[in-house]
């Protein structure tokens, strides 16, 4: 078993950390290797990949929203993306061809996009899945050929299904998070464990995976709540902005703050309420343990279409303005049957199984290899280009 991941953000790296743990319990297939495609590129090409996109996200996020939709036709950047992967990748190649791997699960397009073209060419045998780790279907997810896809959600399986692709071949998994995210736990224990008074709201404030939530914006804000509430603040590898914040915190004794946490499983269980942006991996983690969100800033594109599905969902309220932050959280904690409906929809939407439901799709289902034709690729363009 062979799981590529890529370090484009971290969401696909845990994703595929939470299927190795899965698979690892799975002894039917035997060795089970993960690994970070982007670390056989050179580094022109990783930065490409991981730094530039960051960068788009903090300076140009009207750009990366539009080049998301742009792009989000079915075959529209193949050729030039594939010219490109295949130009940084032989290293990545020459790994797969001496692994030889039985099973290939991809939780990022661009090396589910070469092992299909090893595929095709004959040159491996390999039982191909793809694990989406967005709510939402980029066309840049689409493999001419495949043998499984894994999808969030019902509406994203049924998008497939609609451009053409065959329905037994796609699951509704989930996103995989890991297995502490589906382990019970009491929050008020959970509280005391950690130094926080149970009987007062916890509110979980992340500055997401890429640290470009302004974080003293969103505490300037929350500080003038008239709620009395406790913020958790969680900011990540960013060592600068956790030097902001602490400075921040040593007037206010309510809010506590950490760099990386290996603990945002226990966080997330003790907490009353989420405040970040909704990432794939960090919104899956959070209806995992039925957390109500509150999303600011979300990056156009991928985190703006999971922002549509969660408050669809009636899972989350989205704050546009960081003006009517507090004003948006202190209505929400005066009203509780609101905040208790918004926790059991996380909760009925939460996939924490995801990983072991993966597992079992492929254990119980040798499927055939589907490689599709042209007719049907110009089909799956033409329907492509009517979405919006």
Not at 138 to 154: E, K, N, Q
Not at 365 to 388: F, S, T
Request: some cysteine.
């Amino acid at each position: 078993m062979l799981i590529l991941s890529a370090a484009a953000g971290t969401g696909h790296i845990k994703a595929a950390e939470a299927l190795e743990k899965a698979f690892n319990a799975a002894p039917e297939f035997g060795e089970v290797i993960h690994q970070d495609a982007l670390q056989y590129t050179n580094k022109f090409f990783r930065d490409f990949y991981s730094k530039l996109y960051a960068r788009l996200v903090q300076n140009a996020p009207n750009f990366v929203g539009w080049w998301y939709k742009t792009s989000d036709e079915p075959w529209r950047t193949d050729a030039m993306r594939h010219a490109l992967d295949r130009l940084n990748t032989r290293p990545l190649i020459k790994f797969m061809k001496e692994f030889q791997p039985d099973y290939t699960v991809c939780t990022h397009f661009m090396p589910a996009g070469i092992m299909a073209q090893l595929i095709e060419r004959g040159k491996l045998q390999s039982q191909l899945s793809i694990v989406v780790t967005d709510f939402d279907f980029h066309s840049m997810w689409l493999s001419r050929t495949f043998h499984h896809y894994f999808v969030a959600i019902d509406e994203t399986k049924a998008h497939l299904e609609v451009l053409g692709l065959p329905a037994k071949h796609i699951t509704v998994s989930g996103i995989p998070v890991d297995p502490a995210f589906g382990e019970t736990a009491d929050p008020a224990e959970l509280k005391k464990k950690y130094g926080f008074d149970p009987d007062i709201p916890l509110l979980l404030v992340s500055a997401g995976a890429l640290s470009v939530t302004p974080m003293e914006y969103i505490l300037e804000r929350m500080v003038k709540m008239t709620h009395k509430a406790q913020l958790l603040v969680v900011c990540g590898q960013n060592e600068l902005l956790k030097n902001d914040v602490e400075k921040v915190a040593r007037n206010h004794p309510l809010i506590h703050v950490v760099g990386y946490t290996d603990r945002m499983a226990d966080f997330m269980k003790m907490a009353d309420l989420f405040v970040g942006k909704p990432g794939g991996l960090t919104t899956a983690e959070a209806l995992s343990v039925g957390l109500p969100m509150v999303i600011v800033s979300p990056i156009p594109g991928q985190e703006e279409r999971n922002s549509d599905h969660l408050l669809e969902d009636g899972v989350a309220l989205k704050c546009n303005e960081f003006t009517t932050l507090a004003f948006k959280i202190d209505r929400l904690l005066g009203d509780p049957a609101r905040l208790a409906s918004m926790r059991e929809n996380a909760k009925k939407n939460g996939r924490p199984n995801a990983a072991q439901t993966i597992v079992r799709t492929l254990a119980n289902h040798d499927l055939p290899l589907v490689m599709l034709g042209e007719e049907q690729i110009e089909k799956i363009a033409d329907r492509g280009v009517e979405r919006e």
